[in-house]
């Protein structure tokens, strides 16, 4: 990767854009910003890729069909994510994003970080040592421009990645939520449940409207599944269920031990889960 794709934004602080990867990497090391210590993670995005591109194939295919064996790296982080889930209609694609977060923060940590953040459009992994805590903003809709909520996670929390998806964001989505923000303890977790809470908002209503996502791209991964392309007013009965079955997968999803806590909004209502009071 040459200089062209790396910018420094503050000590300790630098953006990589680099082909489909657009991520902040924070790192503290010794008690300051370690700018050279997030600078040497370019390896670890460049191998991410590599290890995606030999396996692309595969990695498009829905779980049953997905072949574990030979996949390593960041492309057996999206398969597992996905495959603990348990959805038969999630792809690793689902994953990709949050398991490139992941493997960076567990190199800057391997590194002696104390602190570790990689933001890779949203999709957050974080490595806190002793006494760190980190203050992060949560957007209820994906397409707005103003932080809702600022939630603090400290040190023995448990949370290690943070994810959202919605209606109306980089990928097609199968449901209505205008977003749902998912804590795990890994992000590649985080990220695949948040696509698939997202999946489980949507309701039958002449509100919704879907086509085939084929349709609209050729090349997706759930070429075959209804993707919503267009959402009128909700009536509060409506929004109340699809929130429902947001909080009902989650609980689920919360016994599987892939979900900590999330936050869900439809069209303005919103509501979270929360059990262990993490938020």
């Given at each position: 990767?040459?200089?062209?794709?790396?910018?420094?934004?503050?000590?300790?602080?630098?953006?990589?854009?680099?082909?489909?990867?657009?991520?902040?990497?924070?790192?503290?090391?010794?008690?300051?910003?370690?700018?050279?210590?997030?600078?040497?993670?370019v390896?670890?995005?460049?191998?991410?890729?590599?290890?995606?591109?030999?396996?692309?194939?595969?990695?498009?295919?829905?779980?049953?069909?997905?072949?574990?064996?030979?996949?390593?790296?960041?492309?057996?982080?999206?398969?597992?994510?996905?495959?603990?889930?348990?959805?038969?209609?999630?792809?690793?694609?689902?994953?990709?994003?949050?398991?490139?977060?992941?493997?960076?923060?567990?190199?800057?940590?391997?590194?002696g970080?104390?602190?570790?953040?990689?933001?890779?459009g949203?999709?957050?992994?974080?490595?806190?040592?002793?006494?760190?805590?980190?203050?992060?903003g949560?957007?209820?809709?994906?397409?707005?421009?103003?932080?809702?909520?600022?939630?603090?996670?400290?040190?023995?929390?448990?949370?290690?990645?943070v994810?959202?998806?919605?209606?109306?964001?980089?990928?097609?989505?199968?449901?209505?939520?205008?977003?749902?923000t998912?804590?795990?303890?890994?992000?590649?977790?985080?990220?695949?449940?948040?696509?698939?809470?997202?999946?489980?908002?949507?309701?039958?209503?002449?509100?919704?409207?879907?086509?085939?996502?084929?349709?609209?791209?050729?090349?997706?991964?759930i070429?075959?599944?209804?993707?919503?392309?267009?959402?009128?007013?909700?009536?509060?009965?409506?929004?109340?269920?699809?929130?429902?079955?947001?909080i009902?997968?989650?609980?689920?999803?919360?016994?599987?031990?892939g979900l900590?806590?999330?936050?869900?909004?439809v069209?303005?209502?919103?509501t979270?889960?929360?059990?262990?009071?993490?938020?």
């Open positions: 990767m040459v200089d062209d794709h790396v910018r420094i934004l503050c000590p300790g602080q630098v953006f990589f854009d680099y082909g489909p990867v657009s991520m902040v990497v924070s790192a503290t090391r010794e008690g300051r910003g370690d700018t050279e210590l997030c600078r040497s993670a390896h670890i995005i460049e191998a991410g890729l590599g290890e995606l591109r030999l396996s692309l194939e595969m990695l498009r295919r829905y779980p049953p069909e997905v072949e574990r064996e030979g996949l390593s790296g960041v492309a057996l982080a999206m398969a597992q994510a996905v495959l603990a889930a348990g959805d038969p209609y999630l792809t690793p694609m689902a994953a990709v994003a949050g398991s490139l977060s992941d493997a960076v923060a567990d190199y800057l940590q391997a590194q970080a104390e602190k570790a953040v990689a933001n890779n949203g999709d957050i992994a974080l490595r806190l040592g002793a006494g760190q805590s980190l203050s992060l949560i957007l209820y809709d994906i397409c707005s421009s103003g932080v809702d909520q600022v939630v603090c996670l400290k040190t023995g929390k448990g949370i290690g990645g994810a959202t998806s919605g209606l109306g964001g980089r990928s097609l989505a199968t449901g209505i939520a205008s977003g749902v998912v804590f795990s303890e890994r992000c590649a977790d985080a990220d695949a449940l948040a696509t698939l809470l997202v999946g489980r908002s949507y309701i039958e209503s002449p509100a919704v409207h879907t086509c085939r996502a084929g349709e609209l791209d050729p090349d997706s991964d070429s075959e599944l209804q993707a919503v392309v267009g959402l009128e007013p909700l009536s509060t009965g409506e929004k109340a269920r699809s929130l429902e079955q947001v009902a997968e989650a609980k689920l999803q919360y016994h599987r031990g900590l806590a999330c936050i869900a909004t069209q303005g209502s919103t979270r889960y929360d059990p262990k009071g993490l938020l």
